[in-house]
């Protein structure tokens, strides 16, 4: 009863606040009523949205993008994406089953996927900073033909916002500061942003820093779990002792905050009316982020980390963009991208009890090229370009006694030696525009992978080897058919290809995915390939869009985390624990169906609802084990939300929900963590959330949100931490 007055009151509030007509949907399927308003750019190149085959999302708003803790949680709160969490300070995004070094990330036209990407979950993306993005694109299927390795199941394209050049021929200063506050994880987060144009040189400047505390889950349990998430002890250092203390307030997940800095800087220069260039620098800090999971893993009753956490993750990237168009030679458009990025990574671990500290480093350097040309004749689009990056990894690591400050060697987590990947590709991509209503898509790339590492001490790994070298090469390619009518309605039909080569951290790691487990390397594994074939609907009109996209995926030479011999072994001591030796096996073929919905409707002049759905379904197979579910695909997911239109006000009110993981679904030897779900599989949860800004002045802008209003405790598939409980955001934007 409590309940269903809440939601009355809330529906009321609704009504009276009114939502702006300009905060819109935001996705290519629902957020236009005409079919040629439709945009994307995840090509490099803008293109009608009713001109391509493959199935694209948009995110584009404030709301969407920058009123987010971070641009993980951005994508979570869209209903789009299904994304893992392992602690506050992370998010690894799904796309169809596919996650972590399977799927592509890419900022500004630059490759994020580096060498060390792991199969498992990452939480890199939150070092790009949602409060300067512009908008992101998720291309959904494999997209390796104008991506290369690593897109088996799709792409995030990510852009961040460029800047402007004066109107007049006087110098314009223009800015603007956000503040938030979000209560369920003490979060205090600022940015300031300053652009600086003139009619032909421009420069734009944002600084944003962000303090995170404990994140506090929710209260309300289900009756058969209730304690399901608690953290009821954690670990102090008094003095050279750990204390196990208890924890006052189980709901609070101590030792999960974390701070970060952002810093994006760049400068333009419109050297004509035809030609641009951006210099492009981007720089992301966090402090130490603590591996929430691990920190809560107990044995016995007794923890078995005192201290699990990564170190300041650490990325720096320079690029240069050029850009012409209308280009008087054969090809009329073109673009460059230079690119050099710098990424630190390290991981600190100390076992209860136990004064050994164990330090592990990462550092990669990776320089990049992107060259990309359009060719016009008649009908006919020629998109043809060429791509090259070179990573170059260093890895170390040693052990320090904390009481007595003596070092010693450890395994470093990657090669020790000169370590080395590059790759290279030339692609072409065709679109014939038949007629207004008929577009046909197609095209190839060649891929060419190398990678070469070298184990300098083996002394403690006594691996069979020194070193490994591969060079794998490979042709992907897609066609589509488009078909678009005058009454905004748009099919389509997509074949597409993936690849994915294997990288260091498939050929050179040794470390524990879980105590007494330790995965070594095994040299012999291949390339991965995926094979697509999706189809999928579009109908935009003034009351009433829709969209559905069916699809079908054969992963073929899936690397499986399995049972494995080393030096004759089935199990070794690794960090003073006998553990199963576990080895990537190009072992299964998998294959991975779905659909996606999605609708929006216009009720009145007012009021409009929008929501949308998410299925997928995965199965390993093998000739050893038959049928094994896949690792990484999630349960049922989406949003529904209903909106109000008016002047001063914006309202949202929406239902964030997941489905059952049920046990039979867990892939028990991959990277479901089933560790940390309950004995009968991840529960489903919904919430209830409600989001309202108000224009307070023309340059001030407030908005408050409620998110998980009853309080619900729950927590997404594979993840280690739980969501946050009833929480209260506020955020304010005044602009300069």
């Not at 036209?109 to 498992?120: H, K, L, P």
């Not at 394209?157 to 003490?186: C, E, F, N, V």
């Not at 184990?455 to 591969?470: E, G, H, I, S």
Request: proline fraction near 3%.
């Amino acid at each position: 009863m409590c309940r269903k007055k809440m939601i009355s009151s809330i529906l009321m509030l609704v009504s009276v606040l009114g939502i702006n007509a300009q905060q819109q949907n935001d996705t290519v399927k629902t957020n236009s009523t005409l079919l040629d308003d439709v945009v994307v750019y995840s090509s490099r190149f803008a293109e009608k949205f009713k001109r391509v085959a493959q199935t694209i999302d948009v995110l584009k708003t404030r709301e969407q993008l920058n009123f987010q803790p971070n641009t993980a949680d951005a994508l979570i709160n869209s209903g789009k994406l299904f994304v893992q969490k392992s602690q506050q300070g992370g998010g690894s995004p799904v796309i169809r089953g596919f996650e972590a070094s399977r799927i592509l990330m890419v900022v500004d036209g630059v490759r994020m996927n580096n060498a060390i990407y792991r199969a498992g979950h990452l939480q890199n993306i939150i070092t790009i900073d949602n409060m300067v993005l512009d908008r992101m694109e998720i291309l959904y299927g494999p997209s390796s033909t104008l991506f290369g390795s690593d897109a088996l199941g799709g792409v995030i394209s990510l852009s961040t916002k460029d800047p402007i050049l004066s109107t007049t021929q006087k110098t314009q200063y223009t800015g603007a500061a956000t503040l938030r506050y979000s209560s369920a994880m003490q979060e205090n987060r600022g940015n300031v942003q300053m652009n600086i144009g003139g009619p032909k040189w421009a420069s734009f400047t944002s600084v944003s820093y962000g303090s995170f505390g404990d994140l506090v889950q929710g209260n309300n349990r289900r009756m058969a779990y209730p304690n399901f998430g608690k953290k009821n002890i954690y670990v102090e250092r008094v003095g050279n002792v750990d204390i196990i203390i208890t924890n006052p307030n189980p709901n609070k997940q101590i030792g999960s905050g974390y701070k970060q800095v952002d810093i994006t800087q760049k400068l333009l220069y419109q050297a004509s009316e035809k030609v641009q260039h951006i210099v492009n620098l981007q720089f992301s800090n966090t402090n130490d982020i603590p591996r929430y999971d691990r920190l809560s893993e107990t044995n016995g009753g007794v923890p078995v980390f005192a201290e699990w956490y990564y170190g300041p993750q650490l990325r720096t990237m320079m690029a240069y963009h050029l850009s012409a168009k209308e280009q008087s030679g054969f090809f009329k458009d073109i673009k460059i991208t230079a690119s050099f990025q710098d990424v630190e990574e390290s991981r600190i671990t100390r076992r209860f009890q136990n004064n050994n500290k164990d330090f592990r480093w990462e550092r990669i350097q990776v320089f990049g090229l992107n060259v990309d040309a359009k060719h016009y004749y008649g009908k006919h689009e020629l998109h043809v370009g060429a791509e090259s990056y070179s990573n170059f990894v260093k890895s170390t690591a040693e052990r320090v006694n904390i009481v007595s400050g003596f070092k010693s060697s450890i395994t470093t987590r990657y090669s020790d030696g000169p370590t080395s990947m590059s790759t290279h590709a030339i692609f072409a991509q065709h679109t014939f525009k038949i007629s207004e209503r008929l577009t046909i898509n197609d095209g190839l790339r060649l891929n060419l992978v190398q990678l070469n590492a070298q184990f300098v001490d083996t002394a403690l790994t006594r691996f069979p080897f020194t070193k490994v070298k591969q060079i794998n090469q490979s042709i992907t390619g897609n066609i589509g058919i488009v078909y678009a009518t005058k009454q905004n309605l748009r099919a389509a039909l997509v074949f597409s290809t993936g690849f994915r080569s294997p990288n260091v951290d498939d050929l050179a790691k040794v470390f524990d995915s879980r105590t007494g487990l330790v995965v070594v390397p095994n040299t012999s594994i291949k390339p991965e390939y995926t094979y697509n074939v999706e189809f999928n609907v579009n109908k935009y009109s003034k009351l009433f869009s829709y969209g559905a996209a069916v699809f079908y995926t054969a992963f073929d030479n899936a690397l499986v985390l399995d049972r494995y011999l080393f030096n004759g072994q089935d199990s070794i001591f690794y960090s003073g624990v006998k553990s199963a030796v576990y080895a990537l096996q190009n072992k299964a073929k998998a294959r991975v169906y779905g659909v996606s919905l999605n609708a929006s409707f216009q009720i009145s002049q007012r009021f409009s609802m929008e929501g949308v759905v998410n299925f997928t379904k995965g199965q390993f197979r093998d000739a050893i084990n038959g049928k094994t579910p896949l690792d990484h695909v999630p349960p049922t997911y989406g949003r529904v939300a209903l909106k109000r239109q008016g002047l001063k006000w914006n309202a949202d009110f929406s239902v964030l929900f997941n489905g059952w993981k049920r046990l039979a679904d867990y892939n028990i030897n991959g990277e479901d963590n089933l560790q940390y779900a309950t004995s009968d599989g991840m529960p489903a949860w919904y919430t209830l959330n409600f989001r309202s800004s108000f224009q307070l002045k023309k340059q001030i802008q407030l908005q408050v949100a409620l998110e998980n209003i009853f309080n619900q405790n729950y927590r997404y598939f594979a993840s280690g931490i739980s969501a946050s409980g009833r929480n209260l955001s506020l955020s304010l934007r005044a602009v300069l």
